[in-house]
């Protein structure tokens, strides 16, 4: 049988696991499963024979390199920064790999030997990166074949809570790590392209920068700036490109309501507040806010943020109870980040019967013939339940499909790549339709940034 390791059984490994376990006997595979803590595995494999869980700690060198050594090809889902010494096993020992991360600069120096010896290190074939990566070069290779030349692409993803779950006035809960969430867009200014011309957005000024998005069947969505749209423009081809913009998809509302926190100071992450563990949530509002001998903190707080009584963004916070006297932070030497993260966990946690959603939207702006042209693309994709996530789908599904086509040589091209060939995303995403992940398509009026053409 072929051996197949994935190393790491966390939240996106559930489709991943399903669809290989449903494959293993037609494609003659045995699953091995390798992580720390192998409860969840034991979950999702049950009693499948066609398995083998073990118990695999990445940093104990004898066991990850046996572990490689025995496999056929490795999936490494572990957090992006531990990828590289499972990469480094794979050209000792020739294996080819897939991971759905970023490829970090340490992957990227692993080009020339992975081509050496003939191995495909697929990297960022999750949802995003991944299938963004991979439904934007469809398009975009079929405008340049019909003679098409792009002048515009914009591209936003959102990891959000489907709308029988959307419960709350922000209309948002955690479906990732809340972390990432609440430390999103810090770093350096967010930079783009508008109409020829490099735009940037200072961090704090990113929440009130965005741009409104309409997906038939689930409303209105706005979208803020990611920190670098231009990582991929030679990638996709797009030197000359005079509109490039990278966003992240949240419901009207959402930003005008987070920029409180940035503008307060509440999402940093660079210092410790003093005496943390016994602060109550109210404390910490107040810790961001002057004293006053007689104003409440509630008061002190809209007149400090000019936030009115009757303001639908008072009401956001008020829901998140954060001028609670009597919650307790509970963290020692925390920073603010990690002292809002609690607290939001309180209120955006997925209950048991909740279930999320995978919003993308694309847009590709071309010229044909002296005209000028646009296409839209949208992908929703919803959960079934907290195992079987609409992300451990969006993300496990390409990881998996890619797998078994490296593994079948229908993928063929060696070194360290993302799925931006026709050779990667033409079957993936033929497949994926089959798991009802499918983009629409339509043809709209081309407005770019200037609709007056002046």
Known sequence: MRNILIIGAGKSSSYLIKYLLDKSQSENLRITIGDLNIENAKQLVGNHPNTNIIHLDVFN???RMAAVKKADIVISMLPARFHIEVAKDCISYKKNMVTASYVSPEMQALDEDAKANNLIFMNEIGVD?????????????????????LILFESFTGGLVAPESDNNLWNYKFTWNPRNVVVAGQGGAAKFLQENQFKYIPYNRLFRRTEFLDVEGYGRFEGYANR???????????????TLYRGTMRRVGFSRAWNVFVQLGMTDDSYTIDDSINMSYRDFV?????????????????????IDQDDIVWDKFLELDIFNPKKMVTLDKATPAQILQKILTDSWTLSPNDKDMIVM????GYELNGEKHQIDSTMVTLGKDQTYTAMSKTVGLPVAIATLAILNGTIKTPGVQIPITKEVYTPILEELESYDITFKEYDVPYLGYNPLNI
Do not use: C, W
Request: charge should be positive.
């Open 61 to 63: 060198a004898e066991s």
């Open 286 to 306: 107040n810790s961001f806010l002057p004293y006053s001998p007689t104003d409440s903190v509630e008061l002190k707080f809209r007149h400090a943020l000019k």
């Open 228 to 242: 670098d749209s231009l990582k991929y423009q030679q990638v996709y081809g797009l030197d000359h490109i005079k």
């Open 361 to 364: 939207y694309h847009k590709f």
């Open 129 to 149: 990166p991944g299938l963004d990566h991979m439904s934007a070069m469809k398009v975009i290779n079929h405008i340049r074949e019909k003679g098409g030349k």
